[in-house]
């Protein structure tokens, strides 16, 4: 009887658990507060989850669109020169590929003002966070009974450095694609023109020298190897959390 009263008393607290451990100023444990407090609990967990989501989606989205507008550029310039074009039609189409450069590096520029901050922030909690994660991994390892726990912490270990690589995955595709705009203007058949109509090669070539990227606060270029770095950073962390506890 006294292991059965135990055992109920067990299965009663893991009940009474909520979603996130908190202590409250009042009695949690009864119906219908505790039914509100998981309801809150949810909505907070869920609505994270959604402007986490909703962000690293709209950096991919604005990224995925440069690409396009680079390649419509590339394709606007290899159509300049494949075509025969008066000279004041020429300036016209030149004129048009120009602007289109422009107003990306603009868009750009604009993405780069937007996210840059929002960054930084990002990899300075994501790196505590994976941090603690990891230390609640390993010590759930030591532990005989702690799969559970190993479970939950491996699943939010993977979406946070999931976080961290989008942004870096975008960072460095953005960064890799905005060269090919200079690689288009030289194997356009620039070679057959009038030195009059490739001078506007010249400019693109020397505008596209300076790539097209998102930093982290002004200070690093997001790309694989500042998400190699985080990584890196948080595996010493961690050893230095383990050789103090």
Not at 210 to 238: C, H, M, Q, W
């Amino acid at each position: 009887m006294e292991f059965n009263h135990m055992h109920s008393d067990e299965l009663s607290n893991e009940e009474q658990q909520l979603f996130l451990k908190m202590e409250f100023p009042f009695e949690d444990n009864v119906s219908p507060v505790r039914e509100i407090v998981l309801f809150v609990q949810f909505i907070q967990l869920l609505s994270n989850a959604s402007v986490i989501g909703i962000l690293d989606a709209f950096i991919m989205t604005l990224t995925l669109h440069i690409s396009g507008q680079i390649d419509i550029v590339c394709h606007d310039l290899c159509e300049l020169f494949s075509r025969k074009y008066e000279y004041n039609s020429y300036k016209g189409a030149a004129g048009v590929v120009i602007r289109k450069h422009q107003n990306l590096i603009a868009l750009s520029d604009s993405v780069e003002n937007l996210f840059s901050y929002i960054a930084l922030m990002q990899f300075f909690t994501n790196t505590l966070v994976i941090c603690c994660i990891a230390v609640v991994i390993v010590i759930s390892l030591e532990n005989d009974q702690g799969y559970i726990l190993f479970l939950k912490s491996l699943f939010f270990y993977i979406a946070i450095t999931l976080e961290a690589f989008i942004f870096c995955f975008a960072g460095e595709y953005l960064s890799n694609k905005s060269k090919s705009i200079a690689n288009a203007a030289y194997d356009v058949l620039w070679y057959d023109a009038k030195p009059s109509k490739s001078r506007i090669l010249l400019i693109l070539m020397l505008r596209s020298q300076k790539r097209l990227t998102v930093t982290v606060g002004k200070f690093n270029d997001l790309s694989l190897e500042v998400f190699a770095g985080i990584l890196k950073a948080s595996a010493s962390y961690v050893s230095v959390l383990l050789a103090m506890s």
